[in-house]
């Protein structure tokens, strides 16, 4: 069985960091490409950041461009997501997705408030 279980969103006030993790399992985490999507209340899901098997080549949203950081761990299976100069408009579910968008995790809410 596929799980993904994101950690480490909370509340942070604006220009703060935050760091997102993954644990992933029940599926070969060091083949599969992984994204970050992220679900602002009442918007539909926005894609992030995206990350191959073997962590060499990233993509970012323009939005997240030059703030966030996507990177993994394939000895020990963790996604990351280093979120810098967060802004309000950041405030989010945000969603480790397999490759394809086929399993998400349950989420973890980032809120980016003063």
């Known amino acids: 069985e596929v799980q993904l279980v994101e950690s480490g969103g909370g509340l942070v006030q604006p220009g703060g960091s935050l760091r997102l993790s993954c644990a992933a399992s029940?599926?070969?985490?060091?083949?599969?490409?992984m994204s970050w999507v992220r679900q602002a209340p009442g918007k539909g899901p926005e894609w992030v950041s995206d990350?191959?098997?073997?962590?060499?080549?990233?993509y970012y949203a323009d939005s997240v461009k030059g703030r966030f950081t996507i990177s993994r761990d394939n000895a020990k299976n963790p996604l990351y997501l280093q979120m810098n100069s967060l802004h309000p408009a950041d405030t989010a579910v945000y969603y480790c997705?397999?490759?394809?968008?086929?399993?998400w995790g349950k989420g973890t809410l980032v809120t980016v408030s003063s």
């Open positions: 997705v397999t490759e394809g968008w086929v399993y």
């Open positions: 990350i191959n098997s073997g962590g060499g080549i990233t």
């Open positions: 029940g599926f070969t985490f060091g083949t599969s490409d």
